[in-house]
């Protein structure tokens, strides 16, 4: 089997989906590598890594999807995949981001074209080797909260911050745990199950708020404590993300507050959420979002991907004698 390794062409983008350690696990299991050229150059990698570690480097993706028949990314390419030799039998693993994409990608499943869904595997102790997800989300947490902290105002820092985080995920905890790093306040962590009260706590949370459909609970924490950064990391896997601060939540909030919204590219918790844009409301809140926080940590991101990458790839190859079957990762 021929694993094809793209550069990536979403804006800002400065990960790679396989690095030369994960060229070279894919090799010694007997797999043929092709890595575009420059496709690890943003994150570090040289294709003279690539090369050693046993991949050949290819001038161009046209070359990639010709002679591979699994292609990875990190982001659906920026150009229009009917432009490319894409043949049926052909698997695309990579975040798919199904939210926006769904029609193409029925498009492609009717043409005989597999897409492998990071966005969409579980996240459960089977999932660990493949969850990229996760590793990801960890990351943006950490960003998206620094990044909060460094659109408030001067005099808000002569202070420890108060943050509330909503969504106990990956990226909520890791938000919850970089307040801590920063000897802020600790957060107040918004869930939707109790279950989640635990590893709040664990992260460095000071309180949990268990939200039901309504926002009460919120409504009431936001009245009684207004925090200076909110962090929304609320969303279930290829789910629309639920609207959890809408126009009275805002309202409720003071000037100078930062909201950052990892999780705008599934719809928002922040009805004020503009993607890849930082406004500011006419009560003097500051929404932010930026669509790609691990893209601040090339290298470290890039190795967490590809090894989730290297093990979907290998669960694949171990299938190929018979059709990938219809899970809640694959199209």
Known sequence: MIVGVLRETAPRE?????????????????????????????????????????????????????RAGVVVWVKPPAYDLDSMPLRAGTTLVGFQDPHYRRA????????????????QVPRDDSTTEIDALSGMSRIAGAEGYAEGRRLLAPARLTRPIRALVLGCGAAGLAAIAAARAFDDEKPTAVGNRLAQRAAAFEAGAGQFVPNRDDNAALLESLAATPPDLVVCTAVHRGSPAPRLLGQ???????PGTVIVDLVAKAGGNCVATVPDRTVTLPNGVVVTHRSNYPASRPASASRAYAAATAAMVLRIAEERGSPLTLDENVF
């Open 104 to 119: 193409e990608i029925d498009r492609l499943r009717r043409r005989g074209i597999e897409s492998v869904a990071f966005d």
């Open 14 to 66: 400065t990960r790679v989906a396989l690095t030369p350690d994960g060229v070279r696990e894919l090799s010694t299991a007997g797999l043929r590598v092709l890595v575009q050229e420059g496709a690890g150059r943003s994150a570090g990698f040289t294709d003279a890594a690539y090369r050693a570690a046993g991949a050949d480097v290819v001038g161009d993706g046209v070359t990639v999807f010709e």
């Open 248 to 254: 009275a939540a805002l309202r409720l909030l003071g």
